[in-house]
């Protein structure tokens, strides 16, 4: 674990790390705390995260603007049906978690997650609004995620919440980021059969 596990590090490239008990990192220079380097990369890691999140979506904006109205809520074999569920799954996934995460309050949407795929293409009609909800949540979890990184130290911090089956869980707030921008990275890439739904149906 983070809490047990530390290595020696030489500033020489054929040194193999070896376990060691103190937790900080060596160089020939200086000892480091490591825990400071973990939160420092850690906080850079969402950072990156975030930003890429908001580039990728902003990809998906560019290809779906292709479509027409027909061919966003035609059934391609997603998950969620079509274009449009998808879109519409990401963005009110992204909401859902941040309300989570902020808030604790619910978004009115949860009882999408215990209804049918189809339900999705309904819950935002429009790809337009769908599509710049998804934008404007995507900014805003930019936004969050560089104010954790001025005290990093909130990556680590534990909250509650109530599952879309009414159940109460609690988690921490690093990990969760982790599955919410890699949620976003897997329906992007949603696969019908063995084609990419981006490289075929978006034109990504």
Not at 15 to 43: D, E, G, K, V
Not at 154 to 180: C, N, R, W
Request: aromatic share 8%; net charge positive.
């Amino acid at each position: 674990s983070e809490q047990s596990i530390t290595w020696l590090v030489r500033v020489c490239p054929k040194t193999l790390p070896q376990p060691r008990s103190a937790h900080t990192l060596t160089t020939r220079c200086r000892r480091i705390p490591l825990q400071s380097i973990m939160t420092a990369s850690y906080a850079t890691h969402f950072v990156r995260l975030a930003r890429y999140n908001m580039w990728a979506n902003s990809r998906v904006r560019d290809a779906v603007s292709r479509l027409s109205k027909e061919q966003a809520k035609a059934d391609t074999g997603l998950v969620f049906r079509s274009i449009l569920g998808t879109i519409n799954h990401m963005a009110l996934a992204d909401e859902l978690w941040h309300a989570r995460l902020t808030t604790g309050k619910p978004t009115g949407k949860e009882g999408l997650w215990v209804g049918s795929a189809a339900g999705w293409e309904k819950a935002i009609p429009d790809l337009d609004d769908a599509i710049e909800r998804l934008l404007r949540q995507s900014a805003t979890w930019e936004s969050y995620v560089c104010e954790l990184a001025k005290s990093p130290d909130q990556f680590d911090q534990q909250f509650s919440y109530m599952s879309t089956s009414g159940k109460e869980h609690e988690a921490t707030i690093g990990p969760i980021l982790d599955h919410v921008f890699n949620h976003g990275s897997f329906l992007r890439s949603s696969k019908r059969g063995d084609r990419n739904a981006c490289e075929t149906h978006l034109a990504c």
